[in-house]
């Protein structure tokens, strides 16, 4: 297994940065301009990568409406036939190298996920530099296999798998000497509810497989792949799009362009936060001590008087001795006289 992956010049691994992709997938709604402009917003957002999807109707279904191409399981899709939406959905193939060049010119990674040989073929052509698998591809062994003998880190959703399709997927790449692999968390619902995500799953599928892993994430807001990274997500993908008021077939459960850069600013602040194992001071927690408490004189104490719990007390601020001590100290003499307020030391013991 890799420790760590590469994709483009971003390496990925337990001690990396977080990377961050937005999710283009169906949000330019079959306009060239949106497309570019969501490449354009997601640079301003700060993420990673843009990612996009590498299909037609025709290389991930066929075009019949009989029951079992109806889509009618309670999802935002149901009533339509699944060619129908895949024909809404689909980014045209001569988009595609057009879209990445603009990527990289701005600075970002741009790859894909593909649905059938055809497309990894055309996206080998066009020099992709890893591949997202989708949830519902995890169990189709063969193309994972095609894909994975390319020799490029091969990112796959576990959305619809088991334990054992998870195994399978992994075996799968690991077979064509692939070890560049990375697994996401992802729950198949649209939008997913925080109930079904389970996060603790993402450090597991670290240590059942020995692999990177993160976070699909189709819920609503910003919680979620937030979360993800304090529990060990090292990839974050989410869906993007310029206006969820501009509908399409994914918008609903997309991030806006002021979201996504939210969501970007919080991870960031989150892995600075998590830092490491640490009981260390900084300067400033160390000069912050000044407000912890100490032994003061509180009333004015004449030389050779006792010391008692009227004339010494644990106060704010911290610059006498330390609070342990006080016990010893009620009943030995002062041995001069010491003004109200005065921080206690042991050379005014007698």
Known sequence: MANSIKIGNKVI???????IIAEISANHNGDFDSAVKLIKEAKNAGVDAVKLQTYTPDTITIDCDNE??????GTLWDGRTLYNLYKEAYTPWEWQPKLKK??????????????DKSSVEFLEKIDIPAYKVASFEITDIPLIEYIASKGKPVIMSTGIASL????????????????????????SAYPAPFEDINLRTIPNL????????????????LTVPVASVALGAKIVEKHFTLSRADGGPDAVFSLEPNELKEM?????????????????????????????????????IKQGEIFTERNVKSIR???GMHPQHIKNIFGKKAKYNIEKGT????ELID
């Not at 079992?68 to 399981?73: D, V």
């Not at 010119?105 to 649905?115: H, T, V, W």
């Not at 670290?206 to 807001?221: A, K, M, N, Y």
């Not at 400033?284 to 004189?297: C, T, Y």
């Open 317 to 319: 601020p911290g610059f």
């Open 206 to 221: 670290t240590e059942t497989f020995d692999v990177i892993s993160g976070i699909s994430d189709h819920t609503l807001g």
């Open 68 to 73: 079992y191409f109806q889509i009618k399981q």
């Open 13 to 19: 691994g337990k001690e990396d940065s977080v990377f």
């Open 264 to 300: 970007v600013k919080a991870i960031r602040e989150a892995e600075k936060a998590l830092g490491q194992v640490s009981y260390n001071l900084t300067e400033k927690m160390k000069k912050g001590r000044e407000f912890s408490r100490s032994l003061f004189i509180v009333e004015d």
């Open 102 to 115: 603009i990527a990289e010119e701005e600075g970002l990674i741009c790859f894909s996920s593909p649905f």
């Open 343 to 346: 921080p206690l030391q042991w």
């Open 164 to 187: 054992r399709d998870i195994e399978e997927a992994v075996n799968a790449c690991r077979r064509v000497n692939n070890n560049q692999i990375a697994l996401l968390k992802c729950t």
